[in-house]
């Protein structure tokens, strides 16, 4: 049985690195007669191998080489919003020729919960804000009352700067000296 799932595990590597979009749990699950959460458990252990796998709301990427929304210039965010402006928030960021890699907030138990997102373009953004409408989980900004992190890269240093303001004009951009915890009891 461990032979098979070796084998299953080297057969999605090479099935991932021969797409071009993100592939879902359940395409994984259908092309290889396996069911979803064994994908997962597949996926996670590949991860532990340190393969670049990374899971986005789209499906799972396999990175061979940095794409290219990863090049150029890689900073980290701290953002205060509601759900209604996550839209206006990512538009600021693709609008601009970057793209938001994550979002994670500070947790008092596990450090940290980072989730990928690689939200590169206005069709990302509006997929992801739909699937948010529709989900009845509780986004990471909802732990910490709005406040969360984003790494977004950009093509150059002007373009994060201009990022920033667009995101400090519309009140979305928190003070450098925020974190962002979970409130105490």
């Known amino acids: 049985m461990n032979s098979n799932g070796n084998l299953r595990r080297t057969a999605i590597i090479s099935y991932l690195q021969r ?6 749990g359940a395409e994984l699950a259908r092309q290889f007669g396996v069911s979803r959460q ?15 796998i990374i899971s986005t709301n789209k499906g799972y990427v396999l990175y061979q080489h940095p794409p290219k929304k990863l090049s150029g210039f890689t900073d980290v965010i701290t953002v205060n919003h509601t ?3 996550a839209l206006e928030e990512m538009y600021a960021i693709v609008d601009y020729g970057g793209a938001m890699l994550d979002v994670f907030v500070d947790h008092d138990l596990y450090d940290q ?16 804000c739909e699937k948010m409408k529709r989900s009845r989980s509780e986004s990471l900004k909802g732990l910490t009352e709005g406040c969360h992190y984003h790494t977004i890269t950009a093509p150059s240093k002007k373009a994060l700067d201009l990022i920033r303001e667009e995101l400090r004009t519309k009140g979305i951009l928190a003070p450098a000296n925020i974190s962002c915890s979970l409130p105490a009891d």
């Open 38 to 52: 064994r994908i997962v458990q597949d996926i996670a252990l590949l991860r532990t191998e340190n393969r670049s």
């Open 83 to 85: 759900a209604d402006q």
């Open 113 to 128: 919960i980072r989730v990928d997102l690689v939200i590169n373009d206005r069709e990302d953004a509006e997929e992801f």
């Open 19 to 24: 797409q071009a979009d993100p592939v879902s």
